[in-house]
């Protein structure tokens, strides 16, 4: 029974992170498209690491994380204003709110503070994807009554498409969060 439940965490694990890699690619094809067009430059923030060991044959080698890292999206819109964004996605209906470690939040936070446009954006591995700001997601029990969303939940955050598959992560705050 112990071995079927490891098996089963392992599966898990693989689709969870077989998952988020395919919503990274679509949030890093609808930056490009954004970059492009001249309305935003966003780039993934690397994560920061230490490599501890030379590379073998194959190009592998150890590594370990230098400190927690901070929110998986940073940029400028046109018109010069900061925006921050954390991608979260799920297999199982739920994002709970702990999604967010503590000190993402405390960066989110700070990012807010100074001004940055600030968002969450949710994956449930359909076709759509949701950008939730980080205001109401800090304050989801509040909002939705639970300290988790689902999709219904944040329907109203629904972000159209691009080409027919990116999400248009810009929608609405195109030129400084004026569009």
Known sequence: MIESKTYMKSIQGARNRSAGALFEELIESSLYIHRSRGEAVITKTPEPIRIISRPDSKGYFKACFRKKGEADYKGVVSGGRGIVLEAKSTATGKLPAGTVKGHQRDFLDASLACGALVYILAWFGGPDTYRISWPLWRNMREHF???????????????????????????????????
């Open 145 to 179: 009554g639970h300290s988790y969303v689902t999709q219904e939940d944040v329907q109203p955050f629904r972000l159209p498409r691009m080409n027919g598959l990116c999400p248009d992560i810009l929608y609405g705050i195109r030129n400084g969060g004026k569009s």
